[in-house]
């Protein structure tokens, strides 16, 4: 199985800044994904993190928002821009190989 | 976007009852995973079916799935207060690598 580290845990942002989320996986994955979940609520995939390539994002989430790298099968990082109080909420990554989807502890953002 | 919907939204039993939980979703799914939140952690994974299979055990775990009425169910036997927490199915769906989240059940067990 593979275990996933996400760093910071959390953060205190004020509006209109930036923020990058880092994903680290001890072992390679096929795929990695991004998900958001709000205060009481399920998670929403924001998008699919390619190696090398641009992100493919869901309906909703735009690359000038949420900006994603993935150079390599281990590391990807998620860059939430020109916060807003509406951003607050929490982060995770998510890897998957041939047998399960795996994810992180998250990271929990709160916007001022 | 969910794909799935659970219910009950919430459901509180006493301790060493069973629980049961069900997912319902839209479109055709390779297979269906079962994931368990508590308050303020991570997700644990609990059981993954896939979709030419009818149920899965694992422990006190008992999963169904039922691909023609596209539904699932997550029955806990003889809960305990340490099974309070929020389970959410997640589906991936044919043709597609990504697993999209139900809404998810809050389940408390009353010691």
Redesign the interface.
């Known amino acids: 199985s593979a275990v996933i580290s996400q760093k910071p845990s959390r953060d205190i942002c004020q509006r209109g800044t930036s923020l990058t989320i880092q994903c680290q996986v001890d072992s390679q994955v ?2 990695m ?1 991004w ?1 958001r979940q709000q205060p009481g ?5 924001i998008a ?1 993190a390619n190696q090398g390539s641009e992100a493919t994002y ?3 989430f735009v690359i000038d928002k949420f900006p994603i790298s993935r150079p390599n099968l281990t590391f990807s990082t998620l860059t939430v821009s020109n916060m807003s109080p509406e951003d607050s909420s929490i982060y ?1 990554c ?1 890897g ?1 190989d041939a047998h ?7 990271t929990r953002l709160t916007v001022t | 976007s969910q794909q799935g919907e659970e219910d009950p939204q919430a459901l509180s039993i006493q301790e060493g009852e069973n629980a049961t939980m069900n997912c319902s979703y839209k479109t055709s799914i390779n297979n269906l995973q079962w994931y368990r939140q508590n308050s303020g952690r991570g997700l644990v994974h609990l059981i993954l079916i896939r979709s030419n299979e009818r149920e899965k055990h694992s422990g006190r775990l008992r999963v169904t799935l039922d691909t023609s009425k596209k539904s699932s169910s997550l029955l806990i036997t003889a809960s305990r207060a340490a099974d309070t927490a929020s389970y959410f199915c997640a589906t991936s769906t044919s043709g597609t690598y990504k697993y999209i989240f139900g809404t998810g059940t809050r389940l408390k067990v009353l010691a």
């Not at chain 1, 399960?100 to 998250?106: D, H, L, R």
Request: net charge negative.
């Open positions: 096929t795929m994904f998900y609520q399920s998670l929403t995939l699919t869901e309906s909703g995770l998510s998957r399960e989807q795996y994810f992180g502890p998250g």
